[in-house]
């Protein structure tokens, strides 16, 4: 596994968030990473197609921010990110808006990572009885 050496010389880890939804048939897959040294990256997947992907220096989701938008038989969507504040900090969200709902998530999940490259980690494998070798772990929010 590549490791990255941030410019005080230490290994920097990818942090990342993982918010899956199942609307219907479609399953939409938004994930969400960073390093403190400044670097992030989102994307966002419909039934495994790549809606939007980017990656990038010193930039973040601020406040509601539709990341991509897409349709399927029955509506029109858009994923929303943006941050919530709370009295303990703040934390990223995620949603699937249309024009008659909100849709939250079926699954929310965290994972930390080295890559040098910033390659995604793979998805998780549910058969995976262990869960020794997952990269994403499914919190409660």
């Not at 048939?25 to 390093?35: D, G, H, K, S």
């Not at 938008?69 to 703040?90: N, P, S």
Request: glycine residues 8%; aromatic residues 14%; contains cysteine.
């Amino acid at each position: 596994m590549g490791t990255h050496f941030g410019a005080i010389g230490c290994v920097m880890r990818i942090k990342g968030e993982r918010w899956e939804f199942h609307i219907g048939n479609t399953i939409v897959i938004v994930e969400n990473a960073w390093r403190w040294s400044g670097y992030s990256q989102e994307r966002v997947r419909v039934n495994d197609e790549v809606h939007f992907d980017r990656q990038g220096w010193f930039w973040m989701v601020a406040n509601a921010t539709t990341v991509a938008e897409f349709a399927t038989l029955e509506d029109r969507y858009r994923v929303v990110m943006g941050v919530k504040y709370i009295l303990t900090g703040q934390h990223l969200y995620c949603r699937v808006v249309s024009e008659n709902e909100v849709i939250e998530p079926t699954a929310f999940l965290k994972g930390k990572w080295d890559k040098a490259d910033y390659l995604w980690p793979p998805d998780p494998d549910p058969f995976d009885l262990n869960n020794d070798a997952q990269v994403w772990r499914e919190v409660k929010r």
